[in-house]
């Protein structure tokens, strides 16, 4: 089944304490990008990839890292987490980069920071 | 940072109205797309609108990209309960590979 899968699901940490959150597609996608959601803001990119080892920043990069060692995966690092990264994180992948593109979602992380 | 503003924000209607939600924005967009999310899931594609004065139907959706491609607006006819979900707006501007989303319609139909 074509998926984009997202772990973990739910995750409560303390501020400071580095965590990975893990993306992984197997439709052979070459665009992946990573989203977080928040009340009456909709969804703000926060990085992108267009391919293996080539990423860039989206609209809200601060705080976040990201890596594309391969096609099928794309982790989001946060290496010093803070209260204000507390949100429902979704990672999208698309066939190629471009606006035509459907873009196929995971089910989400959420990310409580205390 | 380029907005994409939707309307209303909110929205409840009786099963069997009809509505329309818009999606503004001062930015030329190359291609707009729509997609509906549902609590404890992920968005999902409806539609990509990639000409301008560009319609598209999907069973009771009409979705219609603006003339100048800056806008975009989905009307639904005879709302379902099923219809119940939050819409986004989405898309590119010429040149860049950023993805904008709008900030989201909530709708609710009512049996």
């Known amino acids: 089944e074509a998926q984009v899968t997202q772990n973990p699901r739910y995750l409560i940490t303390v501020t400071g304490k580095k965590l990975t959150v893990t993306c992984s597609q197997n439709m052979n996608h070459e665009y992946m990008s990573w989203y977080r959601q928040d009340p009456g803001l909709g969804l703000r990119q926060i990085y992108y990839?267009?391919?293996?080892?080539?990423?860039d920043k989206g609209d809200v990069p601060e705080g976040y890292k990201v890596s594309r060692k391969e096609k099928r995966n794309f982790p989001l690092i946060l290496e010093s987490p803070s209260p204000n990264q507390t949100s429902l994180y979704f990672c999208?992948?698309?066939?190629?980069?471009?606006?035509?593109?459907?873009?196929?979602f995971g089910d989400g992380t959420r990310l409580s920071i205390l | 940072t380029q907005l994409l503003e939707q309307s209303p924000q909110f929205l409840s209607i009786q099963e069997g109205e009809n509505l329309t939600v818009y999606c503004n924005s001062s930015?030329?967009?190359?291609?707009l797309q729509w997609y509906r999310q549902e609590p404890g899931e992920g968005p999902v594609l409806l539609v990509t609108v990639v000409t301008g004065g560009e319609v598209k139907k999907l069973k009771r959706l009409t979705f219609q990209f603006g003339d100048a491609r800056k806008d975009s607006s989905l009307h639904i006819t005879a709302a379902q309960p099923g219809d119940t979900g939050l819409y986004l707006c989405a898309g590119t501007t010429s040149g860049t590979y950023k993805y904008i989303f709008g900030t989201g319609t909530r709708l609710k139909v009512l049996a």
């Open positions: 990839s267009m391919n293996v080892e080539v990423t």
């Open positions: 930015s030329v967009f190359s291609s």
């Open positions: 999208a992948s698309s066939l190629f980069s471009g606006g035509n593109q459907p873009q196929h």
